[in-house]
């Protein structure tokens, strides 16, 4: 089974602290994302990555930046937490093959900003 | 640009019924479409997705899904609702450039009254 775990289940963070959240995968997969999950807006993809050192901006990547040194290990980092960064943050991955490989994700990181 | 959405928040049926949750797609060629469930404080698990030529598609925990090209819509379907089937449901469809990115609709409560 492929497994994908996060670093935290729940992080309480101060405004203007930087926060780092990470993510492994267990299943030598080439793509890991990174979604923001609120409600009534479903899944926003912040950023991906294709290949170790590789990576581009998905739908919402202000305030956020990310790492990816290791194939199995994909970092978000929020350089200065602000309130509005309260969220859930989902992590994921996925093979570089056919057109309908399935994304597999964590379990989630909640994120609540003071 | 590839969209889905999910017009209903939530659906609401008794336990034992058929249930439907709706899906509609817009993409420029093939459609490669997914949907997830995500149960309370958990990240999003597989379903099911949908390949080119089969218009009834099974997936996991007895859910299908109803592929119809010409209503270019993707309903998630199970014949009798379980209340553990009380959870937020996701359609997505793929990105039509590369990486495998997906694009979530909304989501959807289901609830499964006993």
């Known amino acids: 089974d492929v497994k994908v775990t996060q670093s935290s289940r729940y992080l309480v963070k101060r405004t203007g602290e930087k926060v780092f959240l990470e993510c492994v995968q267990d299943m030598d997969h080439e793509n890991m994302f990174w979604y923001r999950q609120d409600p009534g807006l479903g899944l926003r993809l912040i950023y991906f990555s294709y290949d170790v050192k590789m990576k581009e901006k998905g739908d919402i990547p202000e305030g956020y930046s990310v790492s990816r040194e290791k194939k199995e290990r994909f970092s978000l980092i929020l350089e200065s937490a602000s309130t509005n960064q309260t969220s859930m943050y989902l992590c994921?991955?996925?093979?570089?093959?056919?057109?309908?490989?399935?994304?597999?994700f964590g379990p989630g990181t909640r994120l609540l900003v003071l | 640009a590839q969209s889905v959405a999910q017009p209903e928040d939530q659906v609401n049926v008794a336990e034992g019924n058929p249930l439907t949750v709706k899906c509609t797609y817009s993409?420029?060629?093939?459609?490669?479409l997914f949907w997830y469930v995500q149960y309370p404080n958990r990240g999003l698990q597989f379903l099911l997705k949908y390949i080119t030529g089969d218009n009834l598609v099974k997936g996991s925990y007895g859910f299908e899904a109803e592929f119809n090209k010409s209503q270019t819509s993707f309903h998630l379907k199970k014949p009798s609702a379980l209340v553990s089937d009380s959870a937020l449901y996701f359609c997505?469809?793929?990105?039509?450039?590369?990486?495998?990115?997906?694009?979530f609709g909304a989501g959807t409560r289901l609830a499964v009254h006993p």
């Open positions: 993409v420029s060629g093939n459609p490669y």
């Open positions: 994921a991955s996925s093979s570089l093959g056919h057109k309908n490989e399935t994304q597999y």
């Open positions: 997505a469809v793929r990105d039509g450039g590369g990486y495998n990115k997906l694009i």
